[in-house]
């Protein structure tokens, strides 16, 4: 939405300590017209206003469940981590890279180090193929152990020598 230069007067003089939706509802008011907040935000930012107001800031170490169903943690500001990766971590060290992090009884919140499992990215492709991961955690490693044989003898007739 482009801003007549009155409008952009109005959004310059009444933006400070409005939230976007305030600012929304006085322009209606003094124009009859009904702007995107997104039109409003980028006016804001294009012309490098900020209203002053605080954003509700979470502090580090909460944590939350993300729609994909993986608990977050928050572990600097701006910067999230997947607790079952700090959880790893902190027992046994960096994750090796091509390595994943896999939940023995399929529940992305159970992050408990008995839970998890490290796999190759070579034998996840199996273990997902073939839906290997169960709600029940020994069947969900006898998967785990089959896929990496799978991966292993598919290395050897090729004559590779990749660790799974």
Known sequence: MRFTKDESQFIYDNYKGRTLLELKDIFIKQFGRIPKVASLRSFKSRHGLSSGLLRYRVPVGTETVHKDGYVWVKVSPGNWVNKQLIVWEKANGPIPK???????????????????????????????????????????????????????????????GKKV
């Open 98 to 160: 091509g390595m994943k992090i896999i939940f023995a009884d399929g529940d992305r919140t159970n992050c408990e180090l008995d839970n998890l499992i490290m796999v190759s990215s070579r034998a996840m492709g199996s273990i997902n193929y073939y839906k290997r991961i169960t709600s029940n955690p020994d069947v969900t490693r006898a998967g785990i152990v089959l896929s990496r044989l799978e991966v292993s003898i598919h290395d050897r007739e090729r004559g590779n």
